[in-house]
């Protein structure tokens, strides 16, 4: 597995499932067609490719800023690009999340001066200098750096209100929840209240409704979920 270039992400990801999934570790994307390419690293991997085939998560990231991969992804399309693992990082339960980041960032930074990637705007791992964010991102990212929070913390609401909170929050969009056959099973006015009625979590839920992930097993069947408009 370790520095093989597995062409097609799509035929990858069915390739290295298995030995890649809940690993952390750094990996290199390369385009077949001019030989570009990009490093990265993730505390999973499996999840991280996945990402790089699901074009919601690529345009929605776009939007909050540049990135000379992704449009890259976008431009030649994912069977245009191959993934090789560079390294394996395995890790255990005595490694706090702080210790993790620091070791995957270390050896992320130790193959980005090694191949000097073309699609690395920045050649510092877990840098974001050089990156071109949007407006509204700039905005939070200043209000962050201001330290301004917002001014409904602290606020304790009622449980009435926290109801009325749930049911209107994302209303825009609900949530379908089927079956294995695609039969509509629920539909919820919201991603806060899907969870709540069906005993499975908002991440999982959220992931498979974004197509990340195409079905949820939960206690032996198998569900799918897809956001849906809200009747008014």
Do not use: W
Not at 11 to 17: H, I, M, R
Not at 99 to 127: D, V
């Amino acid at each position: 597995m370790k520095n093989i270039l597995y062409k097609n992400l799509y035929l990858a990801l069915a390739n290295l499932k298995f030995s890649i999934e809940n690993k952390s570790g750094i990996y290199q994307l390369v385009n077949l067609i001019n030989s570009k390419s990009y490093v990265g690293s993730s505390i999973n991997l499996n999840r991280r490719l996945k990402e790089y085939l699901n074009i919601l998560y690529i345009t929605r990231n776009l939007e909050k800023g540049n990135s000379a991969i992704l449009n890259a992804i976008l431009k030649y399309g994912s069977v245009k690009f191959g993934i090789r693992i560079l390294e394996i990082i395995e890790f255990d339960s005595k490694h706090s999340k702080s210790e993790k980041k620091s070791t995957i960032l270390n050896k992320e930074q130790y193959f980005i001066n090694l191949i000097k990637p073309e699609y690395n705007i920045n050649l510092t791992a877990g840098s974001n200098l050089g990156r071109i964010f949007s407006t509204k991102i700039r905005n939070k990212m200043s209000l962050a750096k201001k330290g301004k929070t917002s001014n409904k913390k602290g606020v304790i609401l009622s449980q009435e209100s926290r109801a009325l909170f749930r049911a209107r929050s994302g209303r825009a969009l609900g949530i379908q929840m089927l079956n294995e056959n695609n039969e509509i099973l629920a539909t919820f006015n919201s991603i806060q209240i899907a969870p709540e009625e069906t005993g499975i979590s908002r991440n999982r839920i959220s992931r498979c409704a974004r197509g990340i992930r195409k079905s949820i097993i939960e206690k032996g069947k198998i569900y799918k979920f897809e956001y849906t408009k809200c009747k008014k």
